[in-house]
């Protein structure tokens, strides 16, 4: 059994930041790729950022700049570093990992930003 648990997340005034971590544990000796994504009220569920097993990023244009994705292989956890946030990045975080092509998901975090 794989368990993928998030942390981080909550409330932050625009222009702050936050870190979001997504660690895998478990039946699972590796993550080949990882992604967070997001889901706003009323919206479809979009990508936000990924990582591939060598380092590769890759990022939506609305955060480029302002969010970082990385991973800490020894420890199994991916983080969002989320910078200058704005309301418009209020959601429902989620971070997906793929292993040995199966694709497992955390099970969401909350951050609004707002004063």
């Known amino acids: 059994q794989v368990q993928i648990v998030q942390s981080g997340g909550g409330l932050v005034q625009p222009g702050g930041s936050l870190r979001l971590s997504c660690a895998a544990s478990g039946s699972i000796r590796n993550i080949d790729y990882a992604g967070w994504y997001r889901q706003s009220p009323g919206k479809q569920r979009e990508l936000v950022a990924t990582?591939?097993?060598?380092?590769?990023?890759n990022y939506a244009d609305s955060v480029k700049g302002r969010f970082t994705i990385s991973r800490d292989n020894a420890k199994m956890t991916v983080y969002l570093q989320m910078n200058s946030l704005k309301p418009e990045d209020t959601a429902v975080y989620y971070c997906?990992?793929?292993?040995?092509?199966?694709?497992?998901w955390g099970q969401g975090t909350q951050v609004t930003v707002s004063s």
């Open positions: 997906a990992v793929t292993s040995n092509s199966r694709d497992f």
């Open positions: 990582i591939t097993t060598s380092g590769s990023t």
